[in-house]
């Protein structure tokens, strides 16, 4: 059924906004009517950004810029995992949704939603429908808790669990953004200096005959300079060219497992992308698993979520193990991916029945030491931006400097 989109008045007098489902415009004004509500303004929403055709039609240019975030999906779902606890009806927990949500897309999409459920499907089978703002692992949570009956604790499971993935991309882009500012600052100033000063010192070189046997490092920095101004055009080029045939690599399946083998034994960052992805497991299938989703279900959805092919593979041979009635851990040993800690804390935790509460605990000191290493990691990225600043600065004042200093001395 369409989402209309209303504005007007209700009987006081005051303005007020909102969405309606009817079939057409004039169904939605006569049921804002009978609410109370007299609309001056009424129009269809597709979620789109252009509507109508012709001279009527409209651009909303504010929707070319806003998407519906992973935050605002955390928002939602503690929001309704608080309704739902209070034993508020899912109709009336969905429509108190629509009428806070401030995202026109996102209002759209759980407008939908409500209407679907309205009509008697399932919450799960209605996000469904919304696969680019519900992932497979959210749908999955919602479908096992609306079985089990235990919707408000996996809404509330979920909420935090999103909460943390938020939290931990928020750290690491706040860490990021004044490095990312100073190689941005540094590049332009360096752009300038190429452009500018050094033609304009080679200018005043040539005129006193101060180019002849220049330093090293003086030939170094005006080659440099001449590549910049005459060919620096084609470092975007060869940037977005490489960028784009990186990509297509990765896409097929020898690209794809090649990358994902090198991100996990690169020094340095392989221990972290390692732990971060075994976090993600672990904290994925406990979660999937305390919710009531069978344990293959879970790992196939896990195997989706880690983002490592490598790790995907180990992930779907223990799903064949358990199949024939064998451990989980034995293939995550035999794989040499998993760290002995891991495989032994699942081992304890199948043989005890608490493999939901070990997998939570792995996540737990996996989680904290991947926000230690990336506070480490990350608090060197300043330092190390103004030190490569510094040094190419440097090096270009010592390139003009030394041959200005043989000029003077030669005229003096």
């Known amino acids: 059924m369409p989402v209309f989109e209303y504005k007007g008045f209700d009987g006081v007098g005051g303005a007020v906004t909102g969405v309606v489902d009817a079939d057409t415009a004039k169904i939605a004004r006569a049921r804002l009517r009978k609410q109370g509500v007299f609309p001056t303004d009424v129009r269809e929403q597709h979620g789109k950004a252009v509507t109508g055709s012709g001279l009527n039609r409209e ?16 928002q939602v779902t503690a929001q309704l995992a608080v309704l739902i606890g209070a034993s508020v009806p899912m109709a009336e927990s969905l429509a108190a949704l629509v009428e806070q949500t401030e995202k026109q897309k996102l209002k759209v999409v759980l407008s939908k939603i409500k209407e679907r459920v309205n009509e008697g499907t399932t919450l799960a089978d209605a996000m469904a429908d919304h696969p680019k703002v519900f992932d497979t692992l959210y749908i999955s949570m919602v479908r096992a808790g609306e079985r089990t009956g235990a919707l408000g604790e996996v809404l509330d499971r979920l909420s935090k669990f999103a909460d943390a993935n938020v939290k931990l991309q928020g750290q690491v882009v706040s860490a990021l953004a ?14 300038l200096i190429f452009t500018m000063v050094v033609p304009q010192m080679r200018g005043t070189l040539a005129s006193f005959g101060g180019e002849k046997n220049l330093p ?12 910049v101004v005459g060919w620096g055009w084609l470092v975007p080029v060869f940037v977005v060219a490489g960028f784009f045939a990186f990509r297509r690599w990765v896409a097929t399946v020898p690209g794809r497992e090649r990358f994902d083998r090198f991100k996990l034994t690169v020094p340095l960052f392989g221990r972290l992308n390692r732990i971060v992805a075994v976090s993600r497991f672990c904290r994925t299938l406990g979660t999937l698993l305390v919710s009531g989703v069978p344990i293959i279900a879970a790992l196939a959805i896990v195997r989706d979520v880690v983002g490592n092919v490598i790790l995907s593979e180990t992930i779907t041979k223990a799903s ?8 989980i851990a034995r293939p995550l040993q035999e794989s040499g991916q998993f760290p002995p800690m891991v495989v ?27 926000e230690a290493t990336v506070a480490a990691v990350t608090s060197l990225l300043a330092p190390i931006a103004m030190l490569v600043m510094g040094v190419v600065i440097g090096t270009v004042a010592l390139g003009l400097l030394l041959p200005m200093q043989a000029m003077t001395k030669a005229i003096h």
């Open 59 to 74: 651009i909303d240019v504010a929707q070319y810029f806003e998407f519906i975030s992973q935050r605002d999906i955390a």
């Open 178 to 191: 004044y490095p990312v500012l100073m190689m941005f600052i540094g590049t332009g100033m360096i752009a």
């Open 216 to 227: 090293l490092v003086s030939k170094a920095v005006f080659a440099f300079g001449d590549f």
């Open 320 to 327: 064949l193990n358990i199949q024939e009635g064998q451990s």
């Open 344 to 370: 032994h804390m699942i081992k304890v935790g199948e043989r005890t029945g608490e493999l939901e509460r070990m997998l939570n605990l792995i996540a737990d000191s996996y989680e904290e030491e991947v």
